[in-house]
């Protein structure tokens, strides 16, 4: 076995600061260095966050969001079994920015 002292990224829960159409609500997120991308990684790491979310935080639902062009996070949300729920203008994005327009997913406690 191959050790190594190596950043992968962050997966884990988070209150977002700012106003979103769906919220108050908690998301699951995850940003991993590309290296590290298709390996499996964030949807491993993305269910024990859930898991943690529902068993130890008792919340009844999670939702995830992501730039629309963002496809692989989408499937990672999807490997999930979390449902598309809509689109929305992101509000910490500047207007006519390609990233502007999102879509969130979300998975309740009886899903999970």
């Given at each position: 076995e191959q050790r190594s002292s190596e950043l992968v990224g962050f997966v884990g829960l988070n209150r977002p600061g700012y106003s979103l159409p769906f919220g108050p609500c908690v998301e699951v997120?995850?940003?991993?260095?590309?290296?590290?991308?298709?390996?499996?990684?964030?949807?491993?790491?993305?269910?024990?966050?859930?898991?943690?979310?529902?068993?130890?935080?008792?919340?009844?639902?999670?939702?995830?969001?992501?730039?629309?062009p963002n496809l692989p996070s989408q499937r990672v949300m999807e490997k999930l079994g979390m449902r598309r729920s809509g689109e929305f203008d992101h509000p910490m994005v500047p207007e006519q920015h390609p990233l502007l327009r999102h879509v969130w997913y979300q998975i309740h406690r009886q899903e999970g």
């Open positions: 997120g995850w940003r991993l260095r590309k290296a590290f991308w298709g390996k499996g990684y964030a949807p491993e790491a993305a269910r024990e966050a859930l898991r943690i979310g529902f068993d130890e935080y008792d919340l009844d639902s999670i939702v995830a969001f992501t730039a629309l």
